[in-house]
């Protein structure tokens, strides 16, 4: 009787270690302040939602998942620190996030130090899949390439002859986009086409008023702004003043629900930009598993998902799958389930690129719809139409155009 006795007790003092010891978990490295404090609230909450589903069905390889976060300050540096930190610490198996490409790709080099697979959520710039890619980054959104796919064609046949001005954030998202949209676009001129760029992160109105002072002047009849977050919203506001967008056709390339939130349907009518993802995509097209994030992402939080978090949803499931086929959270097993792998989830096909670690994916060319439209949504969220759709694979890079700017840049012409 007292050996029983002494072995339950035994037993109840291990029990909570095995149960630590059988914990699985990610990372997610996000913005939780800052000018882009809502795009990371997004993922956070679209992460969180995907982790309560997985744990309700049973976990991952019947482990219980736990998320782990950090702030990355929309600074490289502390987004690589905040990976260190989880995996050596909190021993995560997994990483993702980002708004700030520079970030991502810090926090993936990070990654690929501790060996772990790191996957951008909003991260456009190419470098992240391109020249900085990497055998241990995978990205969800589409990149800038892609966008300009989409919004290029649509440009170049709905304004020709048309002059453009370009308003450019000063970092390697910007420049990506710049670049992408003006090849694909037929306005690589920059004297007929030409440019300003406001600081990152910390343009202020004044830097504002001024490039749109230049815009204004310039003539231009498409005003392309590649902005995000608080920096759209403070453009936009200052452009409405200046009665600009009765002058010009705006052109957001990178478009984003909870800017467009904080924008307002009057200011955001008739802005023209690229998504992969919107929130009205699924019940147009009838993507039931879509429909059902939708439906559960509103009644949670009594608001409409956006494409942040989308991704962050869409990784932690992928994520899920991929371990789930290999058997295993061995780091270089799951990279192996993940490459070529095809699947759907929130939309049509996507598929993971094995020779980039690019998500190629349909990208939707969409123009924001008016305010009756937009107040119709029980959100007062319907901002979006479709105005076409470029299928992944004509949208991204082949291999050639990839490989030819690696090969450029110096860097393998495959992942290391």
């Not at 978990?25 to 993922?43: D, F, H, V």
């Not at 390889?61 to 905040?82: F, Y």
């Not at 951008?120 to 969800?140: I, S, V």
């Given at each position: 009787m007292k ?10 003092l ?13 990372g ?25 589903e ?20 929309l600074?490289p540096k502390?987004?690589a ?6 995996v ?9 996030g ?11 080099r ?15 710039a ?23 796919s989409?919004?290029?064609k ?11 001005f ?21 306005t ?6 030409p440019v300003?760029?406001?600081p ?8 504002f ?18 902005l995000?977050?608080?920096?759209m919203?403070?453009?936009?506001n ?6 600009l ?17 904080q924008l307002?349907p009057s ?9 992969p ?14 429909i ?10 009594n ?16 994520y ?14 799951v990279?192996?389930?993940?490459e070529?792998?095809?699947y ?14 690019q998500?190629?994916q349909?990208?939707?060319?969409v ?7 937009v107040l ?16 992944g694979?004509?949208?991204a ?6 490989q ?11 992942l290391?």
């Amino acid at each position: 009787m007292k050996k029983n006795v002494v072995m339950a007790l035994a037993l109840l003092l291990t029990s909570p270690l095995i149960s630590a010891q059988e914990v699985l978990k990610i990372g997610l490295n996000y913005p939780a302040s800052g000018r882009y404090e809502y795009l990371g609230l997004q993922q956070r909450m679209g992460a969180f939602l995907a982790v309560d589903e997985i744990n309700e069905a049973g976990g991952i390889l019947g482990r219980p998942v736990e998320l782990v976060v950090r702030n990355t300050q929309l600074d490289p540096k502390r987004g690589a620190a905040n990976v260190h930190e989880m995996v050596d610490e909190e021993n995560v198996q997994m990483l993702f996030g980002g708004v700030s490409s520079a970030v991502a790709i810090a926090a993936g080099r990070a990654a690929k130090e501790r060996d772990r697979i790191y996957f951008g959520t909003l991260t456009y710039a190419n470098a992240t899949t391109g020249t900085a890619g990497h055998t241990h980054m995978f990205r969800e959104s589409y990149n800038a390439w892609m966008t300009a796919s989409a919004i290029g064609k649509y440009l170049a046949e709905e304004f020709r002859d048309k002059k453009y001005f370009f308003i450019t954030a000063d970092y390697s998202w910007g420049y990506s986009v710049e670049d992408s949209v003006r090849a694909a676009s037929g306005t690589e001129d920059t004297d007929r086409h030409p440019v300003t760029r406001t600081p990152f992160p910390n343009a202020t109105s004044r830097d504002f008023q001024a490039a749109l002072e230049q815009a204004e002047a310039s003539g231009a009849d498409v005003l392309v702004l590649i902005l995000g977050g608080g920096d759209m919203v403070r453009a936009v506001n200052i452009s409405y003043d200046m009665g600009l967008k009765d002058k010009m056709q705006i052109v957001w390339p990178n478009t984003s629900l909870g800017t467009a939130l904080q924008l307002g349907p009057s200011l955001m009518e008739g802005i023209i930009g690229a998504a992969p993802w919107f929130w009205n995509l699924p019940y147009e097209k009838g993507y039931e598993q879509g429909i059902n994030f939708v439906e559960a992402f509103s009644s949670q939080h009594n608001m409409r998902p956006s494409s942040a978090a989308a991704s962050a949803y869409s990784i932690v499931h992928q994520y899920k799958d991929a371990v789930e086929r290999a058997g295993t959270t061995n780091t270089a097993d799951v990279i192996r389930a993940l490459e070529g792998h095809k699947y759907s989830l929130l939309k049509d096909e996507q598929e993971w690129r094995a020779f980039d670690h690019q998500n190629v994916q349909s990208v939707y060319l969409v123009r924001m719809q008016s305010r009756d439209e937009v107040l119709a949504d029980e959100y007062n969220s319907g901002f979006y139409e479709i105005l076409g759709t470029v299928p992944g694979p004509e949208a991204a890079r082949t291999l050639e155009e990839w490989q030819a700017v690696r090969r450029e840049a110096g860097v393998p012409l495959t992942l290391q």
